[in-house]
Every structure is written in structure tokens, then in C-alpha cells.
């Protein structure tokens, strides 16, 4: 997520309403340049299938899961680290063959666990994976940290079957480094690029996942969230994204930011492998108390909620912040609301974010405390070489040519300078930001709503790793981050190549009907593209190296 422009404004609003301007966005998608390698992603056997079909082409015999994985490890290399060069993945596991082989046994032997049965999956490199894979969250402060057991995210993953391929890269520390950090830069794993438009930031701090997900390079992903790192991404590499309510899944084994907002979350090119990848990482986990609420709330199977017809007898909330800004963006949204209508929904303005303008810096100010709380809760048991995050920010002091070349840690400083969660600056924060929750349901049961709909975030602004993220003008991530309510992005259709999101948000634990409109809108708008792999939309820019 743009992190920067949030901690800037100290406002969650003051990101929604102000005019989007980006740089290089004035040219036409005629003008631009493709890539030179852009056959072999073009051409790639596996492009934009889905869960169900490699089910079909596994259960036939057409290919086994060791055949996938290998297409899908080759593709990384072709992709990700030639060609194109995304620098999207930052670890390949040396075991995936071996776990596809293990689950093509299994399904020969007539044992299918599910849906995710012998699918490859990459994981966002801030989760623990008790293997031979780093836990490092991008950090060259844990570099060798190898994890000794799975996150239990993890644990759910592997017991439905799934492959997995890798690890991908991140805005370092999940972009909770710095005011002036560029999304999906890390001083372990480098730059991610868009692959849509290679100089165009991905987003973060999910940046890694959204940008292979959208490239192809895997089935799915997850990624995790604190305010907006989920659906941020997704929205600016044009994929689905699903930022679950805070209980829902597992934090357990995964470098904490903010106890009361953090979540993993599942990042597809469909409504339907979000959720199936969704309905796999649910559960009850003791080491995890905030989990215990989900019990009885959970669907093991979030497929029963897609309905093409969903939209039909709906009551949407519009907020009304993005029906003013960049004209491209704005006409995208007055495009989706139209869906929205056609498809038998009844639409009402609302001032959602008009309404948390009040927040203010509270948001920032919790998560400070919480990170520091947390990060130093993992690290003391980690055995990762630092322990704590005063270690830390002394070991990218002594490493600074390395750890910080372009940008500095003012925000893992101003959070070591933090007190205990005993402190009255942060209960009253909380309690601040805790009233988004109220506000919203008020705000629904007045309207009677079944959800409120807007931009995800604008569209990609130019990867600049001296002055950080541009602020796109845009942002809808903050309210449901904030309440710990669940959020999906969608697809919206592009300006100039570059991909846009919209979004759906509601009450804790509507994740199923929040599936139901989001699926009834992609299926009447189609509006996922293919990334396009173009080196900039400047012509005779060529691809910047990181």
C-alpha cells in the first residue's frame, strides 16, 4: 500500500478525494514499447487457467502436479528472473517438485484432499515456513532466518494439498519501514515491477504476490494485510483480492505489524480461486486468540456463495469521494456502478469516508505501538540473529549501504520510541479507530445496505525509489483495515494499460455475501486483462533497473 501517503496525511480520507496525478501517465497505450521477451508470456501453456481446469487436467491425466509445477518454475525463470524480470519472487522452494510428486501419488493411490490438491501456490515472504526457505519479510536484518515450524496458514495449506512453489517479495517490514519507501523494494529481494507496465509500481505490500498471480507464475498467492496490502496490489496488478475479516485466518507465524488489523488473505485472477483458496485457510488456532470469534462463523467451501444473478435485489452503498478525480479512474467507477444497476442492484451515495475523517492519525499511531509489540515478541523467539527491533534498526544502521541505499527507517525508529500497550496515547488511539466498526454498521443498517462499493486505489503511478509512492488520489482501504471487516477487490478495466480495482466491503464475517456481489459483478463486467509486460508508457524509455 502507499503507507507513505498515509502517515503523510494522518487521515485515511485525506487519501480519497484529491486529484490523482501520477507521472508519465499522458501518453497512449499506441505509444508505448513491449518488452522484447513478451512471447514466452504470451505463449505460456498455463496462461490464465484456473483452479477447476488444472483439477480437470490433473484428474484426466493430461498433466500431473509435478509437470505444473515444473511449467510454473520454469516460468519464473523465464519471467521473473529474465525476460521481463519482475523480481517478483524472491525464493524458489527446492522442495516443490517433491511435494507435487508426493500429491500425484496420492491422487494415483485415489486420494484427492480438495480442491487445492497438487496446486502450486506462492507465499508472501513475511510467513513462516518451517522448510529450507527464508522467513525474512524482505529484511537483509533476517537473512538466513529460516523458520522452525509453519505458520499455521501454512499448516492449513499443506494439509489441503497445495504445492508450495516459493516465496514472494515485499515492501520491506510489509512497507512499515519508512515515510519514503517504494512499494515492493526490499533490501533483500530488490525491486518488483509492474506487468503491466515494467517502470509502474505493483503496489504493496503484497507486491510480489499480486505481480505473479497476474503474470502467471503461479495458480494463486497469499499475501497479508495491515491497511491495504492485499487489496492494493491486486487492484494495481489486476487481479481479485481478499482482506478477510481480522479472526478469520490465522495470524500465527507471520512477522506481525498491528495485532487488531493484521490478516493473511488469499490474491487470484478469479472471484472463484479466491475463494477456494480462501475457504483453505480458515480456522480455529489457539496460538492465536483473536480466531476463537470466527468458530461457527467460517465456510469451509466459500464457492456456495457465487451467484451470477447475486447483484440482483441488493442495496450497494457508492461512496461518493471517487465520483470526483482523475476522469479515467472516475469514469471506470461510474462504469461499475452502472454494472452494478444492470445487473438489478439498487445503488446509494454515501460519505463512508467523509463520515472517519475525524480518525485522523490514530491508525498510524496504533500501529506503531502494536509493531513494536509485536516484532518484538516474534524476534525474541525467532533465533533469526536480531531480537528485537532496536537490533534491528542498529543492524541497518552498521549495514546502511546495503540495508538502506535509497530510503532510511524513521518509521521503525518512531516506533521503537513507542511505549507498552499499557500507554494512554495508544488505548485512546484504539479506541479511536475501533469506532470505524460502529460507524460503518450505522451507517449500513441506516441505508440498508448489503455492502458498501468504491475505487480500490488509482492506477499505477512510476517506481521512484528516491522520493517513494506517488499518491494516487484514490484509496478505500482504510475504513474495513481499520473495523477488521472484510474487503474484495475486483478487477475495474484500466487506464492506459494500467489496471484499476473495485471494491466491495461489509460487516464482520460477511466474507460469503460480499463473494456473492463480487462474483455477480466480475461475471457481468469481464474486466480482468492479461498483463501486457510493456517497459514504460515514456516512448524510448527502456526498463528500469533496480
Not at 516484532?375 to 546495503?402: E, H, M, P
Amino acid at each position: 500500500m502507499n503507507r507513505r501517503n498515509f502517515i503523510k496525511n494522518s487521515s485515511a480520507i485525506s487519501l480519497s478525494a484529491t486529484a490523482f496525478t501520477v507521472a508519465a501517465c499522458t501518453t497512449t497505450d499506441k505509444q508505448a514499447t513491449s518488452e522484447n521477451n513478451t512471447p514466452a508470456a504470451d505463449e505460456f501453456a498455463l496462461n490464465e487457467v484456473s483452479i477447476g481446469e488444472l483439477q480437470k487436467k490433473m484428474q484426466s491425466g493430461e498433466y500431473s502436479s509435478a509437470a505444473i509445477t515444473k511449467l510454473y518454475l520454469d516460468r519464473i525463470e523465464a519471467v521473473d528472473r529474465k525476460g521481463p524480470g519482475l523480481n517478483s519472487v524472491i525464493e524458489v522452494n527446492p522442495d516443490a517438485l517433491a511435494m507435487a510428486e508426493a500429491m500425484d501419488k496420492e491422487r494415483k493411490a485415489g486420494k484427492v484432499r480438495g480442491p487445492l490438491h497438487g496446486i502450486p501456490i506462492l507465499i508472501k515472504d513475511n510467513i513462516d515456513t518451517g522448510d529450507k526457505m527464508m522467513t525474512t519479510a524482505g529484511s537483509l536484518a533476517l537473512s538466513g532466518h529460516k523458520a522452525a515450524n509453519d505458520a499455521f496458514v501454512i499448516k492449513q495449506l499443506r494439509a489441503a494439498g497445495a504445492v508450495i512453489l516459493g516465496k514472494t517479495n515485499l515492501s520491506e517490514w510489509a512497507n512499515f519501514r519508512s515515510t519514503r519507501s517504494s512499494s515492493g523494494w526490499s533490501s533483500r529481494g530488490g525491486q518488483t515491477r509492474n506487468p503491466y507496465v515494467l517502470d509502474r509500481s505493483p503496489c504493496g505490500s503484497s507486491s510480489g504476490s499480486g505481480a505473479a498471480v497476474a503474470a502467471n507464475l503461479c495458480a494463486v498467492a497469499v499475501g497479508t494485510e495491515t491497511d491495504g496490502s492485499v487489496i492494493a496490489p491486486s487492484s494495481f496488478c489486476g487481479i481479485v483480492g481478499i482482506k478477510p475479516t481480522v479472526g478469520l485466518v490465522s495470524r500465527s507465524g507471520i512477522i506481525p505489524i498491528s495485532k487488531t488489523q493484521d490478516t493473511a488473505g488469499p490474491m487470484a485472477r478469479t472471484v472463484t480461486d479466491a475463494a477456494i483458496l480462501l475457504g483453505a485457510m480458515t480456522g480455529v488456532d489457539p496460538a492465536d486468540a483473536v480466531t476463537a470469534e470466527s468458530k461457527g462463523e467460517a465456510a469451509p467451501d466459500y464457492t456456495k456463495f457465487l451467484d451470477a444473478k447475486g447483484l440482483a435485489g441488493k442495496r450497494i452503498g457508492v461512496e461518493k469521494a471517487f465520483l470526483k478525480g482523475h476522469e479515467g479512474v472516475v469514469g471506470l467507477y461510474k462504469q461499475a456502478i452502472q454494472v452494478l444497476k444492470k445487473q438489478g442492484a439498487t445503488v446509494v451515495e454515501v460519505d463512508l469516508l467523509k463520515s472517519l475523517s475525524d480518525v485522523g492519525g490514530a491508525e498510524f499511531t496504533v500501529l506503531q505501538y502494536e509493531f513494536k509489540d509485536g516484532l518484538n515478541k516474534y524476534l525474541s523467539t525467532a533465533k533469526a540473529g536480531v531480537s528485537s527491533l532496536a537490533d534491528v534498526i542498529a543492524f541497518n544502521k552498521t549495514n546502511a549501504a546495503k540495508a538502506m541505499p535509497y530510503f532510511q527507517q524513521e518509521t521503525l525508529e518512531s516506533s521503537e520510541a513507542k511505549g507498552d500497550l499499557a500507554s494512554k496515547e495508544y488505548t485512546d488511539a484504539v479506541a479511536k479507530t475501533r469506532s470505524t466498526r460502529q460507524r460503518i454498521d450505522s451507517l449500513m443498517t441506516a441505508n440498508k445496505l448489503d455492502a458498501i462499493c468504491g475505487t480500490s486505489i488509482g492506477f499505477a503511478g512510476n517506481i521512484d525509489l528516491i522520493n517513494g509512492d506517488y499518491d494516487t488520489g484514490f484509496y478505500f482501504c482504510p475504513p474495513a483495515a481499520m473495523a477488521g471487516y472484510p474487503h474484495i477487490t475486483v478487477p475495474m478495466g484500466t487506464v492506459h494499460g494500467l489496471p484499476v480495482g473495485f471494491s466491495f466491503i461489509a460487516g464482520a464475517y460477511q466474507e460469503g455475501p460480499l463473494l456473492t456481489l463480487a462474483y455477480g459483478y466480475e461475471q457481468a463486467s469481464k474486466k480482468r486483462v492479461k498483463p501486457t509486460f510493456i517497459k514504460s508508457l515514456v516512448p524510448g524509455v527502456t526498463r528500469q533497473e533496480a
